[in-house]
């Protein structure tokens, strides 16, 4: 129709006006760091793989996680989860329960036989690794998957390092470690068990590695001097779950005294619970906010019959009974002794002080710095120009098998540098998605769900695993509990409050961009962005 | 068919021969008749299909007549006076849109005072809205009228008032000849709109013009309005082939050939005046009509024409602009554009003010002898407006004058004020 | 009833879309194939409300009717920002007539489409509280006595933007504008005042009565939904912040309306038949302060010469609300109001 001139007008026509030349400040898209990849020792994409699970892509979810760490079913067990610490989620209502999805993909990846990813095409380089702990079993995967060849060592007659002879069974079942550990091996790996490297130059040459990775672990407990009337009845916490790993628990009596604060005396004393002790109590200087374990364990071992005398130390052991002398905090938070003690029946003592690590292989390794006990290392764990790497326990560092695997997929990229002659580019390292850049509103209250928990009464006797996986329906809800810090997770709400229709949105997965024509550069798409993914900046001109 | 029937009854009996679709009004006394009956057709389904809608006020009646017409629906309403001035704003915007609205028009003085009879001051006030206004001689032609405004309203895509005088017309019973269905429909074509609400084709209809282009919209509209100068004469042509009826047109002479004074009038008024002309031939004086149908768009050309020989001529006005003199009398001026010409203006018949034989009589009397004034007012009471122009100046709080007027003449009681 | 009807647990049911939702679960604004009603181009200022409040509801109404929607607008802010020759932003049918006649417009454009036996198009009428609740209220009652099938939606900025700000009858106690300036002793607007629109229709006894805001978008989008399933005269009341006559920072346009349904200032509710049917109830109260502090409107309620009386009695307003439309209360209920 020949429309009437002026007043009346084609559709669209508004188009022919570009209102972006309005704007002083544009929004972008960014990706930032969330906080939980921030947090995690063992260098996880975090909120990269929940992405995945989100949508009930589980296997592509567990994929994305083994690309960093090929343990998730244990870490999904024993690993103390910093990421949930420092979850955003937090702030909100509870953190996301990221420790539990991955042990819910860890236990379906074994349930359905999902395989590692292939070794790649063969380098020529042989690489030693000491200790098949978490950091030395991390460092062989990741070895693996860049194609050197790995010597995988350990004085041990299993694999597994402190995953195996620390952590009681309850916590970790041994099918699943086993597992995990094979689909490792599974990937060729040359090992030798029960094999004890007395000098680490030596086995260099004789095996002609270009590179070590050392990841001996420490293993030593560490003992206190106390008068004890009868010293068989005193035993440190290391030795006492190795021999249990062993299957050749200790005889501790009915009343057993663990002296100590942190995971290894609170799993001594679970286990001496479970091994038939009616009396396990933990003895600690320091009172309940300064312990070294957590509370989840520490909740845990009370629910099992577990006691703890605060503000105490063992005065003297007869081999009958302790004499605990009572503390009391300073004004700094120290224990300063009271003089006033008391007595508690005890047939054994169980010293859980920490562990002391045996670097006596490193005797001729001249260029190897070693302080307070523990190896130096640079950010690659190098620890020696000629190509001795170090990790896990036998590094200043958190001693966890999280921080160890980490250590050893580090390990695995330096040694993979340094074999190669390849210099290490700097990584980029986003801004982090802090809480005050998101926009929780958006955000639905979704509390966390909880891992059920064997009957407690169960749980005091035997040493099945004490948390139970998520279900599927629980799994998926836990993870799209996830905010996506930082990271656009497709919620169009971007595309959904422009009021200028200058967001063009590109298909399901491939995100946005900005019609600049259009945007006025209002800002409301940063303001409403649930995730904080979107910043303005200054126009160019 | 002749038949006895109200004037309104003809109209609204026409109207629905055309087949509006979309029918609302807002009642005010003289149009009252009209729509009623228009309602009564359609609530009884003689007149279907047809919405008739009853709403809260004439600015409602022609923004409804809008959406329905830009929807591509055949709108009628009708209206008077006090109710053309509420609906002032959206005349104006029905005509700036181009929607062929067809709106009867019962001529109605303007308050205040509040005077319900007839005169021309409403359809005056509307003249510059773009708005094309026809004026019904008689009854006949006020029904006629409709048919061909539909026509011409549709072809053109402009807004057609009927202008028909209130009581005189609208409430007079005579012999009326109405049309046969089968004609309106042959005469008329079903609406087929310029532009036109449809979500298979959407436009934006009624967009904010600036000094850009503001000028020409207007000039087109001026433009169309000349179309309609032509098309006019041509539908009147072809009604009459088809009726024997002269309705319409743009304006109609009436014994002008050799008349030295011309007398120019609207409406309802020119029935007496040419009784009048005859009277005053059978004395001798050379007197002649000329009646103008078509008030917008303006028919200079025809006006000059026909007012080409006279000597003189006399505008005879049921409306004026206070404080500067005739309407009708400053476009009769323009056409002209002739200063040996002498124009006079009577402004007559205001707020239904009876206009007599004797009283035209009269005045063609002085046109004759050259005694007109220029500007005249027919048979005003000076008696009275000294009165009231003496009270006004002894004290300021005079009071009303209409109400002190009515009390002179002993209508209203002395002692409403005492 | 809550808007809280799809439990996406990541996002909630207050994000636009979800990637993980099927599609007719998301919002009209996530499908990338949306009507966009109103396109890209327009003159709106920065942030504007309005212009959001436009698209989403005539979107949504696009999808509830198959596309078949024709619209009457009022003469204001969104008729002349989308409009000026040689240049429409409207991508649907849209006729502009006055600025107090739209619900009558709107009555002739329905009273065609019936008798021309079209069933399946629908009217929307638009205007902003000024045309609504001031100039249009005449036509705009007729139209609801009348019951004729027009969806009116009200885009209430609570004041005469489009004019620089000044006072209508939907401007809020206190506020500042052109015409209630912030000086004397009862600086801003009146208290005392103001018509209450919503209620006004409801008491016409219309089918569907409901306001919303631009910060919850799926509440609005179900809330045109419904009136599109209904036939007869409804009234939908969208309150649209103005970055310009509220002195709001124009990234907070969406912020700030949130914050005036969470503190009770503005109740978000839907009444059929005149009877309330569903409240949208608190989820993070506020107390008014935190509204009022976003808007340069009442900032002679702060700052060197605060006014907490002033804010009180704009508190108490909020709280009768919160009474009135049980805004706190865990479970709808069937009240009248």
């Not at chain 1, 597994?160 to 689909?183: K, N, Q, S």
């Not at chain 3, 004041?159 to 206190?174: E, F, I, K, W």
Request: hydrophobic share 40%; aromatic share 6%.
């Amino acid at each position: 129709m020949t429309i009437p001139f002026a007043i009346t007008l084609d559709v669209g026509s508004s188009r022919a006006n570009h209102t972006g030349s309005w704007r002083v400040e544009r929004p972008v898209y960014v990706d930032r760091l969330p906080p939980c990849n921030d947090a995690c020792p063992a260098g996880e994409n975090i909120q990269g793989w929940l992405y995945d699970a989100e949508a009930g892509n589980y296997e592509a979810a567990w994929h994305k996680l083994v690309e960093e760490n090929p343990f998730p079913a244990i870490m999904g067990r024993v690993c103390f989860h910093p990421c949930e610490t420092a979850c955003n989620r937090v702030q909100v209502d509870e953190a996301v329960g990221i420790n539990a999805v991955e042990r819910f993909l860890g236990d379906l990846a074994l349930e359905k036989g999902w395989t590692l990813p292939e070794p790649g095409s063969d380098t020529g380089k042989r690489v030693l690794v000491v200790g098949a702990g978490p950091a030395g079993l991390s460092a062989t995967y990741h070895l693996r998957r860049l194609g050197h060849h790995v010597r995988l060592v350990d004085s041990a007659s299993r694999l597994g390092g402190m995953m195996h002879y620390g952590i009681p069974a309850y916590r970790l079942p041994r099918t699943v470690l086993d597992a995990e550990i094979a689909r490792v091996i599974a990937m060729g790996v040359e090992i030798q068990l029960n094999h004890v490297v007395h000098d680490v130059e030596q086995e260099r040459r004789d095996g002609k590695f270009d590179a070590v990775f050392l990841a001996v672990g420490a293993q030593i407990g560490k003992r206190v001097d106390i008068p004890a009337g009868d010293s068989s009845r005193v035993i440190d916490a290391v030795n006492f779950l190795h021999h249990v790993a062993n299957d050749d628990p200790p005889l501790l009596g009915r009343r057993v005294v663990i002296y100590g604060g942190g995971d290894t005396a609170f799993d001594a004393a679970r286990t001496a619970r479970r091994l038939g002790a009616t009396d396990a109590v933990i003895v600690y200087r320091r009172n309940r906010e300064r312990m070294g374990a957590s509370g989840e364990e520490l909740e845990q071992a009370l629910g099992e019959g577990v006691t703890v005398r605060w503000l105490s130390t063992v005065n003297k052991f007869d081999g009958d009974h302790i004499v605990l002398e009572k503390m009391k905090l300073n004004a700094d938070g120290f224990p300063e002794p009271t003089g006033q003690f008391e007595e508690l029946g005890a047939d054994s003592l169980v010293l859980a002080l920490g562990q002391d690590t045996d670097l006596s292989l490193l005797e001729h390794a001249d260029d190897v710095a070693v302080r307070d006990g523990s190896v130096e290392v640079l950010d690659s764990m190098m620890a020696s120009p000629s190509g001795i790497f170090a990790g896990g326990d036998a590094v200043p560092a958190q001693r966890t098998a999280t921080v160890a695997i980490g250590h050893g997929k580090r390990a695995a990229h330096g040694i993979d540098d340094f074999v190669t002659g390849r210099v290490a580019e700097p990584k980029e390292r986003h801004e982090l998605a802090s809480f005050e850049r998101l926009n929780t509103w958006y955000y639905a209250d979704a509390p966390r769900t909880e891992r059920p928990e064997l009957e407690r009464i169960r749980r005091q006797t035997n040493f099945e695993e004490v948390i139970g996986g998520l279900s599927e329906d629980n799994a998926l809800f836990e993870a799209r509990r996830c905010m996506s810090c930082g990271n656009c997770f497709e919620c169009d709400n971007c595309l959904g409050v422009c009021p200028d229709n200058a967001v063009i949105k590109l298909g399901d997965n491939m995100r946005y961009q900005f019609d600049y024509d259009f945007c006025k550069g209002c800002g409301i798409c940063v303001k409403e962005c649930p995730c904080g993914a979107i910043e303005m900046v200054p126009e160019r001109n | 068919m002749l038949r006895q029937i109200e004037g309104s009854r003809a109209i609204a009996e026409t109207v629905a021969l055309c087949r509006p679709e979309v029918v609302c009004a807002y009642p005010i006394s003289p149009q009252t008749h009209i729509i009623e009956a228009v309602g009564a057709m359609v609530k009884a389904g003689t007149l279907a299909p047809c919405e008739f809608i009853n709403v809260e006020s004439e600015f409602a009646a022609m923004s409804v007549a809008i959406g329905a017409s830009a929807t591509g629906a055949r709108a009628y309403t009708a209206t008077a006076s006090q109710g053309l001035l509420f609906m002032m704003e959206a005349v104006y915007n029905a005509a700036g849109l181009g929607l062929p609205i067809v709106m009867t028009l019962a001529n109605r003085a303007i308050g205040a005072p509040i005077n319900i009879w007839n005169d021309h001051s409403d359809a005056m006030a509307v003249r510059d809205s773009g708005w094309i206004q026809l004026f019904a001689e008689s009854n006949q032609e006020a029904a006629d009228l409709h048919v061909q405004a539909f026509l011409l309203a549709e072809e053109l895509s402009v807004p057609v008032m009927v202008c028909v005088d209130g009581f005189i017309l609208t409430h007079a019973v005579e012999g009326i000849d109405l049309l046969e269905q089968s004609f309106v429909d042959s005469f008329l074509p079903p609406y087929e709109p310029r532009q036109v609400l449809d979500t298979k084709a959407p436009v934006s209809i009624g967009a904010m013009v600036g000094p850009e282009a503001f000028e020409e919209v207007r000039y087109l509209a001026h433009l169309r309005q000349l179309d309609a100068l032509e098309r006019i004469p041509e539908i009147a042509q072809e009604f009459f082939e088809a009726t024997g009826r002269e309705s319409g047109g743009l304006v109609r002479p009436y014994r002008i050939e050799d008349a030295e004074v011309i007398v120019v009038a609207m409406g309802s008024v020119l029935g007496t005046l040419k009784d009048t002309v005859d009277e005053r031939r059978n004395a001798g004086e050379l007197v002649g009509v000329l009646g103008v149908t078509s008030f917008r768009p303006f028919p200079s050309e025809a006006v000059r024409n026909a007012l080409a020989n006279a000597s003189q001529v006399v505008v005879l006005e049921k409306a004026f602009s206070i404080g500067a003199g005739g309407v009708l009398s400053t476009d009769i001026a323009i056409a002209m554009h002739r200063d040996e010409t002498i124009l006079r203006t009577v402004v007559a018949g205001l707020g239904g003010r009876a206009i007599t034989r004797r009283s035209l009589e009269k005045v063609l009397e002085d046109a004759s002898h050259n005694q007109l004034a220029p500007l005249t007012f027919l048979d005003l009471d000076h008696e009275a407006v000294d009165r009231e122009r003496a009270r006004m100046q002894a004290t300021r709080r005079s009071g009303p004058s209409a109400e002190n007027l009515l009390r002179d003449r002993n209508t209203v009681s002395q002692g409403a004020k005492e | 009833m809550t808007s809280q009807r799809v439990h996406f647990y990541q996002i909630g049911s207050f994000a636009v879309g979800n990637r993980l939702l099927d599609q007719e679960e998301r919002t009209v604004q996530a499908q990338a194939d949306r009507a966009n009603s109103i396109d890209s181009g327009h003159r709106a200022c920065q942030g504007c409300g309005e212009a959001l409040g436009a698209r989403y509801a005539l979107d949504a109404a696009m999808r509830a009717t198959n596309g078949q929607i024709v619209a009457v607008n009022a003469t204001g802010c969104l008729e002349v920002f989308s409009t000026p020759y040689p240049e429409t932003s409207w991508r649907i049918p849209w006729l502009h007539s006055l600025f107090g006649n739209a619900p009558a417009v709107a009555t002739g454009v329905a009273a065609a489409l019936r008798v021309k036996g079209v069933k399946d198009v629908r009217v929307v009428a638009q205007a902003g509280d000024g045309g609504t609740v001031d100039i249009g209220f005449g036509c705009l009652s007729g139209m609801f006595e009348r019951n004729d099938d027009v969806l009116f939606i009200c885009y209430d900025n609570q004041g005469y933007m489009n004019t620089g700000v000044q006072r209508s009858a939907a401007t809020p106690p206190a506020a500042r504008t052109a015409t209630t300036e912030a000086v004397g002793p009862e600086p801003g607007n009146t208290f005392g005042q103001g018509k209450d629109l919503p209620r006004i229709a409801m008491a016409h006894n219309i089918p569907y009565v409901a306001t919303a805001t631009v910060a919850d978008l799926h509440d609005l989008e179900r809330k045109v939904e419904r009136a599109m399933e209904i036939r007869g005269a409804r009234y939908l009341h969208i309150l649209v912040p103005c970055p310009l006559g509220w002195g709001s920072a124009s990234d907070e346009t969406i912020h700030v309306a949130r914050l005036a349904k969470e503190s009770g200032l503005f109740p978000v509710f839907e009444a059929e038949g005149g009877v309330i049917r569903s409240v949208s109830r608190i989820r993070r109260p506020v107390p008014v302060e935190e509204y009022l502090s976003l808007q340069r409107r009442f900032a002679h309620l702060f700052g060197a010469h605060p006014r907490p009386d002033v804010i009180a009695r704009i508190q108490s307003m909020a709280d009768e609300n919160i009474a009135r439309y049980g805004l706190f209360a865990p479970e709808s209920a069937e009240e009248s109001v």
